[in-house]
């Protein structure tokens, strides 16, 4: 059973930094398209960022520059490193993965392909 656990959601002041982490689980996790995504109080879940099968990513207009998406292999381990945060990124984050079917940057703009999620680590950032 596939089973993705975030993890590394906090509170923090505008400027700070934080590391998210989803242990991926039930899987052969190399083989599978991975995203985080968020979703803010009101609004849409939307993507974050994006690893394909050959390390490349891909980030939303609103995070280039401040959020790294990588992972880990060995430990079936994705992270998203979080810099120079904004009140705006105040949101639930989640972790996906699609499993079956190509990996491409659009992806990130369709979050209906993604087959499982986690259950969401909050953050929540303060001015």
């Known amino acids: 059973q596939v089973q993705l656990v975030e993890s590394g959601g906090d509170s923090v002041q505008a400027g700070g930094s934080l590391r998210l982490s989803c242990a991926a689980s039930?899987?052969?996790?190399?083989?599978?398209?991975m995203g985080w995504f968020r979703q803010a109080p009101g609004k849409e879940r939307e993507g974050v960022a994006l690893?394909?099968?050959?390390?490349?990513?891909t980030y939303a207009d609103s995070v280039k520059g401040r959020f790294t998406i990588t992972e880990d292999n060995a430990k079936n381990t994705l992270y998203l490193q979080m810099n120079s945060l904004k009140p705006e990124d105040t949101a639930m984050y989640y972790c996906?993965?699609?499993?079956?079917?190509?990996?491409?940057?659009?992806?990130?703009?369709?979050?209906?392909?993604?087959?499982?999620w986690g259950q969401g680590t909050r953050v929540t950032v303060s001015s």
């Open positions: 039930g899987y052969t996790y190399s083989s599978y398209c």
């Open positions: 690893i394909m099968y050959d390390g490349s990513t």
């Open positions: 996906a993965a699609r499993i079956g079917g190509s990996c491409y940057a659009s992806l990130l703009r369709k979050k209906y392909e993604f087959n499982y």
